[in-house]
């Protein structure tokens, strides 16, 4: 990766900050579900409960690729997405169709540590500036193991996180993701809230996420938001406890967690959220909606030629965008929040 196409991403990715502040329809960042197949039986997600969409074809994929060059964040999720067969090429085709492309993030449960890394590579040998792997731990092992509902699963995914950390590529980072919820945390905080973390782990990496409720991304039912005196307590022994950097992320997450904070303890939410600005969030079965937690779909992308900027063509799109944060039943889950954090230089947008 030359440092000239790095900055030139760069500089795309910032000319489409200044755009979707000024524009009604010009996400930058797109969350797609690929598949919604999943080996685990997550107690705070719901997708393995039934018969799961396997998502679109890789036909389909690379026509929504091809029809969307400008985007600059990719985030491709699941179910687990590394499990379909096809994530190699997959990503060849993202980073092949996406010239802007300046950050390309996924997450796994990390139970196929070479199925990870094979579909990892494309992205690696591009000049994609920032690739961000997120691994699943969600506690001490047998913790784990309880709330993915999977017998070893920590052990594989700490596999995971062992091979990708060996991984040397400049812009290339792995994380462990933390979902602090109502499974996983107990009502009381104990002496020490960092005993309810992963031990045995380099601090940095670890990221805290707030578990959420949503029909169509988790297909969940139960109130699954973590007890609140116990997530902040973990919060802030994880903020004491971590030496920080000088990080774009490493600031992101602090600002995440500035404003998450009001949310847990009143549910007050930030004035205002960059759904269907900054972001945007397409199903396996191909039905956008304005972000991971409202189940309000505009419709099927091929409605729209699967073009990311004539979604204000949908009939629904102008009354969901103002509605954002208001009819809607409210969030701060990072999927939007942190690209509303991006495009706000640090406040929500
Ligand atoms: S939370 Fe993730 S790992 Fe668990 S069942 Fe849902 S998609 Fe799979
Ligand atoms: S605040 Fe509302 S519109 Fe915005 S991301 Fe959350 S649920 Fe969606």
Request: with cysteine.
């Amino acid at each position: 990766m030359s440092w000239p196409e790095s900055l030139r991403r760069h500089a795309a990715l910032g000319a489409a900050l200044l755009r979707a502040r000024g524009r009604r329809f010009d996400p930058f960042k797109l969350t797609w579900i690929l598949t919604e197949r999943c080996s685990q039986r997550c107690r705070s997600c719901h997708l393995w409960a039934r018969e799961a969409p396997s998502g679109p074809t890789l036909e389909r994929i690379e026509h929504v690729l091809a029809a969307n060059p400008q985007l600059t964040w990719l985030n491709l999720s699941g179910g687990d997405f590394v499990e379909r067969d096809d994530a190699p090429e997959i990503l060849r085709r993202a980073v092949e169709h996406l010239p802007d492309l300046c950050l390309l993030d996924f997450p796994t449960a990390g139970q196929d540590t070479e199925a990870t890394l094979a579909a990892l590579q494309p992205v690696l040998d591009s000049a994609v500036p920032h690739v961000v792997v997120t691994v699943s731990l969600d506690g001490p092992d047998d913790v784990h193991d309880r709330v993915r509902g999977s017998t070893g699963s920590a052990r594989r995914a700490r596999a995971t996180y062992a091979a990708l950390k060996a991984v040397r590529r400049r812009g290339f980072r792995v994380a462990l993701g933390t979902t602090l919820s109502a499974h996983n945390l107990p009502e009381v905080p104990p002496a020490d809230p960092l005993t309810l973390l992963p031990p045995g782990v380099p601090l940095r990496d670890l990221h805290l996420n707030l578990a959420h409720h949503s029909a169509h991304a988790y297909r969940n039912q139960d109130t699954v938001l973590p007890p609140v005196r116990t997530a902040l307590s973990v919060v802030d022994a994880l903020a004491r406890a971590r030496s920080w950097r000088v990080d774009p992320l490493e600031f992101l997450e602090r600002r995440y967690w500035r404003y998450a904070r009001p949310y847990l303890l009143s549910g007050r939410l930030p004035p205002r959220c960059g759904a269907l600005r900054a972001s945007v969030f397409l199903g396996a079965d191909m039905q956008i909606y304005p972000c991971s937690i409202w189940e309000r779909p505009l419709g099927d992308f091929a409605e729209v030629g699967d073009s990311l900027r004539r979604l204000g063509e949908f009939d629904a799109a102008h009354e969901l965008r103002a509605g954002a944060g208001r009819a809607c039943p409210g969030c701060w889950s990072p999927c939007e929040a942190l690209p509303s954090l991006v495009a706000g230089g640090g406040r929500p947008l």
